[in-house]
């Protein structure tokens, strides 16, 4: 029962019994104040501690929020880290995929370049070897070159000291239809025919002797000189009779005859000596003229140096 229902209990009974003592009024005012008292006592506790648990309430209800937050919050971050592990994972075996296939690429090209390396070293060494060997007959090609080279000068050398030599022993011929001339390494010794035989004949007349004879003394002194001597006529056709044909015949007879008179000199080889007809087939001149003609009879010692060495030097060469 509450305290609101007691009082109007007590109340009733005073209205009904107008005849209650003083005493027991009092009694009953002394309870009902000592209730009121602890009414309104319990009164406001209760409001206290109903102010006090709305306010604890709403402590916790802020407290509880502000958890539930945090704990929204932690939830969140936890969905996000979960889903960056994941993607982080994800990426890790992509990556681990990718590096073990890029390894094993990058392992395979290793070992292709350290084959293709290999291979071009050993074709760097070969090709070394070879450039050594190129450089070695370079060397010696080029030692020969220089004394082939050495060997053409003292030819040249030789030949002009022989031209002088002639042209020397020839002075006193010189203007009588004799020439000494040196070209393309040789000496030329021209004789026209009025120094050396008479019209038709290959028999040499005391003058062209002489000066045969003194062109086999400087012959002589150089052993090592070919000597070919040609006999040249003019177109006029060979009018004489005997042994004799043609011109041919009679350029070679007259060539025999130089040969026959330098072979008088001991001192010269007869293996030097070549004896050659041309007849009227190499002329220097034109024989439309007897000053031609006469340039075209004539005999040609061609002086030329031994080019053994030399020949032997050039197929070394080459």
Partial sequence: MSIKNVLAAIIALFLISSCVSSKVHEDLQAQYDSLDSRHKKLSNDLKETRSKGEKDLGALQQEYNLVRSEKDQLEKKLQNTESE?????????????????????????????????????????????RLEKLQKDLTSRSNRINELEGLIAAKDAKMNALKTAVSNALTNFEGKGLTVEQRDGKVYVSMENK??????????????????????????????????????????????????????????????????????????????????????FAPIAANTTSEGKAKNRRIEVILTPKLDEINQLLEEVD
């Fill in 85 to 129: 592990l994941e993607n982080l994972k994800a990426s890790y075996d992509a990556l681990e995929a990718n590096s073990s296939s890029a390894l094993s690429e990058n392992s395979k090209r290793n070992r292709d370049l350290l084959a293709e390396l290999d291979e071009k070293e050993k074709s760097l060494q070969e090709e070394q070897a």
């Fill in 195 to 280: 120094l050396l035989f008479g019209s038709g004949s290959w028999t040499v007349n005391a003058e062209g002797r002489k000066a045969v004879q003194q062109l086999g003394e400087v012959l002589g002194q150089n052993p090592d000189i070919a000597v070919l001597i040609e006999g040249h006529t003019d177109n006029v056709p060979y009018g004489g009779s005997g042994q004799l044909k043609d011109n041919w015949d009679l350029s070679t007879k007259r060539a025999t005859s130089i040969v026959q008179i330098l072979r008088e000199n001991n001192r010269i080889d007869p293996m030097n000596l070549t004896a050659a007809g041309r007849g009227e």
